[in-house]
């Protein structure tokens, strides 16, 4: 049988989906440029990519080797913390909100709270939300008008993570609540057309 030699990125791939951390660590300590690299799947940085897979030891040891946590794709600048909600990777954005880090919600795409609602996981939204994240941010860009994460939560059928943000923002308060999810309905409608 013929040997075939595995390129670089192509070994880390190897050793991040099998979470092999001494083998990352390896890798990554003699190939230095990882470090700043950007992976072949969505210019991902190995973080992101580690993130997005859900594989929390190899997120744990490319953050010990130095990676950056607030160090986003190389397209957009979504951050790891957004890959892995967007997975429903909730361990990974424990553990990547216990490293400090960033909540950006510059853009409807790098809003964690966002990418927790397309991962469908009312856990992550929670979570994001008792992490201080802002979840009153509306975006008007050419394919939104005026969209909260509730609208978001509602236009993507996600009825459970509009209503715990709805609680969120309300304080509790199911009478206001009602009328965030009201009002949110409206602005899903006219996202919709």
Not at 127 to 145: C, F, P, Q, V, W
Request: proline share 3%.
């Amino acid at each position: 049988m013929m040997m075939v030699h595995k390129s670089m990125p192509a070994q880390i791939v190897d050793a991040i989906k099998d979470e092999n951390e001494q083998l990352i660590r390896e890798l990554i300590k003699s190939n230095p440029e990882q470090i700043s690299a950007f992976s072949p799947f969505g210019g991902q940085t190995w973080l992101g990519y580690a993130s997005q897979l859900g594989k929390l030891g190899s997120v744990k040891a490319l953050v010990g080797l130095g990676l950056d946590i607030n160090v986003g794709d190389n397209r957009e600048n979504i951050l790891p913390i957004c890959s892995a909600a967007d997975g429903g990777h909730i361990q990974v954005v424990e553990y990547l909100l216990s490293k400090g880090s960033s909540l950006d919600v510059s853009k409807s795409v790098r809003n964690p709270l966002f990418a927790a609602i397309v991962g469908r996981s009312v856990e992550i939204v929670e979570l994001l939300l008792a992490a201080g994240i802002d979840s009153k941010t509306r975006y008007n860009s050419e394919t939104m008008i005026d969209m909260d994460a509730i609208a978001f939560a509602l236009l993507r059928g996600e009825e459970d993570c509009a209503k715990a943000i709805a609680m969120w923002n309300s304080k509790g308060n199911q009478e206001i609540a009602k009328l965030l999810l009201a009002e949110a309905d409206r602005i899903a409608e006219k996202n919709a057309y």
